[in-house]
Every structure is written in C-alpha cells, then in structure tokens.
C-alpha cells in the first residue's frame, strides 16, 4: 500500500489574532466595525458609558417622532454634551440608512441608533458592512450601537446586552448582563456610579434579569 505525502498542512498553529475592540470599566469588550444591540429600561447609560471610552464626537440617530430624549443635565456625568451630536430623521426608512452612511464615513468611533423596535437580519448585516467599509478606509474603526426597547431581539448583531436599573437608597446602581456575543459567554455584572468620582464593575449572579418599564430610564436620562 503507497501512502501519498501531505502537501499542506491541514491544521494551522498560527496564533488567533482577535479583532480589534473598544473597552469599558475593564473587562466590557465591543468589536469594533460591528453593530452591536444593547435592550432594557436603562440602554442609553451604557451607550453613555461606552461613548466616555472613545475621543471625538458621538452621533445620536433617533427618530424625530420619539417622544423621549436625553436630559443634558444627566449626560453630564457621563460625556461633555458638545459631544454629542443629534439626527433625528423624519422617515422611519431614513433611520438606518443615517447610521449606515455614517459608518461607512469612518468621520466618528461611535455611531448609537436609538430605536422604537429592534431591526432586522438584512439592516443588520448592512450596518456591519458599512462599518467594516468604514475601517477599511485607514481611519476610525466605528462601532454601531442598535438600542432596542424591552429585551431586543435584533437578529445577527455582532452581542447583545441588557441594562436595567438597581438603585438603593443613596446609591446608583444598574444590572448588566451580556446575554449572547459571538466570542465571550454570558455573563451579568452589576455597574454602580461611585459618589460621582467613577463607575465600576462587580460581579453579579448569572440570572437572567426581567425586563423593566422604561419609565426608570426616562427619569435617569430624559
């Protein structure tokens, strides 16, 4: 019997290269040139506390007809509100082809579509496609955030996560939980603010939390 020499290798040793992301308070990691899908009553805090961790200016999409807004006084703890800068499209079809368009320009890191419901696979695999555009250009690899009322849903999202409020007397405190993402496990932590000097990170149990009115989030952040 002739055995014949294997003229390539069929598994490789090179090491894994992971992608470049952006990082929160530590250990929160976000590939960058994706959409990501954060849900729950208190989804702008860590929107929010996502664009602390970038430089430059931060686009807010949001529909002209939504009813809620943020209140500056409360983004003040989080960003410089000169930062942000504001569209507010008047046709629901203009909503994410606003964020395609700036993430394909690769002009800011962050790009947040704060939406009325959570998109679907076809505008999601658009926005990545526009983000990773975006990076090919040499420039600012962008990161898209989808913000998605009740527990989302948006269908082939880079993670999605889910934030609601746990505060104490004299204490602000919100659950995070990282329900699905394409490299990590989920995982739930607790973000609490500091006396106004940080926020940070603790571990929290691996339960999955309800989802809360978004009446709490309105009061936090206008």
Known sequence: MYFYPMTAPILSRAPHRPRPALTALGELTFTLARAHEICGA???VLALL???ETAGPVFWVQPAWAPDRLYPDAV????APGRLHFVHPK???DLLWTVEEVLRSAAVPLVVADLPAPPGLTPVRRLHLAAEAGAALGGTAPLGLL???????AAGVESRWHV???HRAGTSEWRLERRRARSDPPRAWHVRDDDGAAFSLHPAPETTDPSHSDLTAAAQLG
């Open 42 to 44: 208190a989804r702008r």
């Open 50 to 52: 996502l664009a602390r």
């Open 76 to 79: 003040t703890r989080f960003i």
């Open 91 to 93: 046709r629901a079809e």
């Open 147 to 153: 913000l998605s009322p009740g527990a989302g849903g």
């Open 164 to 166: 609601a409020p746990r």
